[in-house]
């Protein structure tokens, strides 16, 4: 039995809450291009995505670690899937549409640099008198422009929401920009509860990754509230804390994080009587939430790991190489375009040098910036 396009966007109707946003209705895309006979305009969008160069590099890009600190720790690809899955949970909880959270949450770090948010901080420093950096907008840059996959236009020609999903994603340590996305208007719900995922995602990954690197000692969680609620529950801390205490604590800990979430956002929309997609544009903000008990955890939680884990002396270390390294790749690249690959130098046309470098070294890997860094400064390795 073949179950046509059509019947998937019947069944999506029939499905969602009256808020979510059903890919029958979105706003399209910029060049014309026939959906798909068996999938939907927001499958075939994150189909998209998973093919793209930027999407594979992300599996040797910086979460926390170094790519070279050791094989078990978070990468940007890892922490990519993390998000879709808890955005996935988010959108079957609350009627959204499963399929665009996925495809907004898959693409929502493609932009990001090499070494982490050390390496988006450097970026910024240096393109400072060139028109800025920010990982957000080179997420849009990647999909509307730099990915090259079709002979009429640039891009990846994405739906609107996913691109808009990209360009109103907001966490703690994201700045929305909206620009040409009706900036006035609040992002769909799917686009919101990828935010959501990805704030819930790198919190509890960060925390099961510098415990398990030795860098966050165990003794000191008695600090956060979380874990005292987890002792009381579990009685498991009198136990010696080992890997599968961890495992079960960070569990534990995404499960209170993702039932909180669903029930304070969902009472939130009954309470604004968001009756329909429109409604919630309407608004102009976000709706989703946590309630005011978990936010004040998550405020321990997150003032603990900035202390105890991103400040810590060997974190700071691989940031002082990482800034080294762009600081490099960046001054060698501007002074002398010549030094960039030809495929590169061509792209030249029309942009400045300084943005064709940004594009060229945010799009690399980790190993691949260390690499360009020796064959250009050590006179020992071959070019």
Same mark, same amino acid.
Do not use: I
């Given at each position: 039995m073949l179950i046509t396009r059509q019947e998937l966007e019947a069944q999506e109707a029939a499905r969602l809450a009256p808020y979510g946003m059903l890919s029958r209705d979105s706003r399209g895309r910029k060049y014309p291009d026939p959906e798909p006979e068996y999938r939907t305009a927001f499958q075939r969008d994150r189909d998209r995505i998973i093919h793209t160069t930027a999407f594979r590099r992300l599996e040797y890009k910086t979460q926390v670690f170094v790519n070279t600190e050791g094989d078990y720790y978070r990468t940007r690809l890892t922490h990519t899937i993390e998000v879709a899955q808890i955005g996935r949970t988010f959108a079957r909880a609350l009627g959204a549409n499963e399929d665009l959270v996925e495809a907004i949450c898959l693409s929502h770090d493609l932009g990001h640099t090499p070494f982490g948010h050390s390496g988006e901080h450097q970026m910024r420093e240096l393109m400072r008198e060139y028109g800025g950096f920010n990982h957000q907008a080179q997420s849009l840059r990647i999909v509307?422009? #730099?990915? +090259?996959?079709?002979?009429?236009?640039r891009g990846l020609n994405l739906t609107y929401e996913v691109r808009e999903g990209i360009a109103k994603h907001e966490t703690e340590y994201d700045v929305v920009n909206p620009t040409e996305y009706n900036p006035h208007e609040a992002a769909t719900l799917e686009a919101q509860l990828a935010s959501a995922a990805d704030e819930t995602a790198y919190s509890t990954a960060d925390l099961d990754d510098g415990i398990r690197a030795g860098i966050l000692d165990p003794r000191d969680l008695a600090q956060l509230e979380f874990w005292q609620e987890w002792c009381a529950a579990t009685g498991a801390c009198d136990e010696r804390f080992n890997d599968l205490t961890r495992h079960r604590?960070?569990?534990?800990?995404?499960?209170?994080?993702?039932?909180?979430?669903?029930?304070?956002?969902?009472?939130? #929309?009954? +309470?604004?009587?968001?009756h329909s997609l429109a409604a919630l544009r309407a608004l102009g903000k976000p709706v989703i939430t946590f309630s005011p008990t978990l936010e004040r955890k998550n405020r321990v939680l997150k003032d603990y790991l900035m202390e105890n884990f991103y400040r810590h002396y060997r974190v700071s270390r691989m940031a002082a190489k990482a800034e080294r390294v762009l600081e490099g790749l960046f001054t060698a690249f501007v002074k002398n375009p010549r030094l960039l690959p030809k495929?590169?130098?061509?792209?030249?046309?029309?942009e400045t040098s300084a943005r064709v470098v940004c594009d060229y070294i945010a799009g690399m890997t980790d190993r691949f910036a260390l690499q360009e860094y020796q064959r250009l400064f050590d006179p020992g390795t071959p070019v």
């Open positions: 509307e422009y #730099l990915e +090259e996959r079709f002979d009429d236009y604590f960070v569990r534990w800990l995404v499960n209170q994080q993702v039932s909180d979430f669903v029930t304070a956002t969902d009472q939130r #929309l009954g +309470e604004l009587n968001v495929s590169v130098q061509k792209k030249m046309n029309g």
